[in-house]
């Protein structure tokens, strides 16, 4: 929408204002502002324009007439259009009606750009002037019929680093030249003893007349350096074993505000961005990485000027050894150590306690003519024989590095089997026993059946007894004794 009249026209007892729109305005409405005090207050206001005459597709010409007798004002003409969503888009044109209470008008004060609700709405979206040493601002400025001079602007300063005033402000005298309808300001922070940081300057300026213009605020972020940066982690760390990096940075003020740029490069020279689930916070990451070598870390910090600071570190990652260790119902066996299992019975010998800070492969080795890869349990099925068997278990980790130990494992028949065995080896021995008792018995009934021998008696001398014949066959004796 756009007006044919000149900023600041001068009006007496009414308002005729016209224009081009290149959108229907028949829900368009209107409303005139008194801004000559500090408050605006809306004098009059109605639901239509005066003409709306379509002139070509989507091209129309507008007329808006209305009297105002008596009215002396510094007032703006706005007309609104509602939008789909509810809100209403308005187009403000500056107008002196009648004689009195005319003021000269800066083009962005706030009474003029803004309603107190669009102020409320916009100051989270404030623009900031950068500056890092003495600068010259132009401001247009509109001026009353009876006035085309200014004699001085002035500045209320203070810091207001989250858009508010944290102490009151001062109220300083800045340079400035007129050109026509533009004012020239100069901004030097020496002169207006302004630190590093945001601050918020509002001008107004004062005619021949000593008529004041209302506010134009403007927030400045006053900054001439980039800011330091510092990144911190740890210079060494194990593979898969997390590391918080943590990027500490000053500005010198308050407010400050800053993004950064993250950049991780392996071993092979390969840059990437981290990953979300790596990003804790802006300004900190949780790394953990599956392979080791040497990494940098990089962070780029930019600063609400513009600044910025690139700061790296390199961070080592070590392989951690894996460590074998065997286990049978819980307990850990150490090196070298015997077991016995009994034959017949579920037993597990398990490989799966191996410690290490990411999966290994297992290889188990039988008596060094069997080996077994992958598996992390041996079961009875390994073992082809009761007996002692030597055990080994090798583990492997991703980047080759191995540890192992060796255990002795001795296998025992089961209870029924030595029984069996016990049987089958006494059994025989039972009857060689029973076969030598009887052969003893034979040999000895033998000898008890052969006849008995006569012995022969001699009288010895003195007793005049007959003497012992021996080995003479008792018959004999007997057939001579009858004669």
């Known amino acids: 929408l756009e007006f044919d009249q000149t900023s600041g026209t001068h009006m007496v007892d009414a308002i005729n204002l016209s224009g081009y729109a290149n959108f229907p305005l028949r829900n368009a409405s209107w409303s005139i502002v008194n801004i000559s005090s500090p408050t605006p207050t809306t004098v009059l206001s109605g639901p239509y324009l005066t003409i709306v005459q379509p002139i070509a597709d989507d091209e129309y010409e507008w007329e808006l007439f209305v009297e105002v007798p008596g009215l002396d004002c510094t007032c703006y003409v706005e007309i609104g259009l509602p939008q789909e969503d509810g809100s209403a888009h308005q187009w403000r044109h500056l107008v002196y009606v009648g004689e009195n209470h005319h003021r000269p008008v800066f083009g962005k004060e706030r009474a003029f750009t803004l309603s107190?609700?669009?102020?409320?709405?916009?100051?989270?979206?404030?623009?900031?002037?950068?500056?890092?040493g003495p600068l010259e601002l132009t401001y247009n400025?509109?001026?009353?019929?009876?006035s085309s001079t200014l004699t001085q602007v002035h500045a209320e300063v203070c810091e207001a680093p989250n858009g508010v005033c944290r102490e009151a402000p001062r109220l300083l005298s800045v340079p400035f030249v007129l050109v026509g309808n533009e004012v020239i300001v100069s901004v030097d922070p020496t002169n207006l003893s302004m630190n590093q940081g945001v601050w918020l300057i509002e001008f107004t300026a004062t005619d021949g007349l000593l008529r004041t213009t209302g506010s134009l605020p403007e927030t400045f972020l006053y900054d001439h350096q980039p800011p330091m940066v510092e990144l911190l982690l740890s210079a060494t760390v194990m593979e898969r074993e997390p590391v918080n990096v943590y990027v500490s940075v000053e500005d010198g003020y308050l407010g400050q505000s800053t993004s950064f740029t993250w950049t991780i490069i392996d071993q092979n020279g390969m840059r990437r961005a981290p990953l979300d689930s790596e990003q804790s916070t802006v300004n900190q990451l949780v790394l953990n990485f599956s392979e080791q070598g040497s990494y940098t870390i990089e962070v780029s910090v930019r600063d609400r000027a513009g600044y910025m600071t690139q700061e790296s570190s390199n961070l080592t990652v070590l392989n951690q050894r894996p460590t074998a260790m065997i286990s049978v119902d819980?307990?850990?066996?150490?090196?070298?150590?015997?077991?016995?299992?009994?034959?017949?019975?579920?037993?597990?010998?398990?490989?799966?306690?191996?410690?290490d800070n990411e999966p290994v492969d297992y290889l188990w080795v039988i008596n060094d003519d069997r080996s077994w890869r992958g598996l992390p349990t041996l079961t009875p099925e390994q073992f082809d024989r009761t007996g002692v068997h030597k055990v080994e278990l090798i583990v492997f980790d991703d980047d080759g590095a191995t540890h192992s130990t060796t255990i002795e494992i001795e296998i025992l028949s089961s209870s029924s089997e030595e029984t069996s065995s016990m049987l089958a080896w006494l059994f025989p021995v039972i009857l060689l026993f029973i076969a030598l008792l009887v052969v003893g018995l034979r040999s000895k009934s033998s000898n008890n059946l052969e006849l008995?021998?006569?012995?022969?008696?001699?009288?010895?001398?003195?007793?005049?007894?007959?003497?012992?014949?021996?080995?003479?066959?008792?018959?004999?004796?007997?057939?001579?004794?009858?004669g």
């Not at 409320?120 to 950068?130: I, K, N, P």
């Not at 400025?141 to 009876?146: A, D, G």
């Not at 012995?455 to 004796?477: C, F, P, W």
């Open 330 to 355: 819980g307990l850990v066996l150490a090196d070298d150590v015997r077991l016995s299992l009994i034959d017949g019975e579920d037993w597990f010998i398990l490989g799966n306690k191996s410690t």
């Open 452 to 482: 008995p021998k006569w012995k022969t008696l001699e009288y010895s001398e003195d007793v005049g007894e007959s003497t012992e014949y021996t080995n003479e066959d008792a018959t004999i004796e007997e057939d001579e004794a009858r």
């Open 116 to 132: 107190t609700v669009e102020q409320s709405m916009d100051e989270g979206e404030t623009q900031l002037v950068h500056m890092d």
């Open 141 to 146: 400025v509109v001026f009353p019929p009876t």
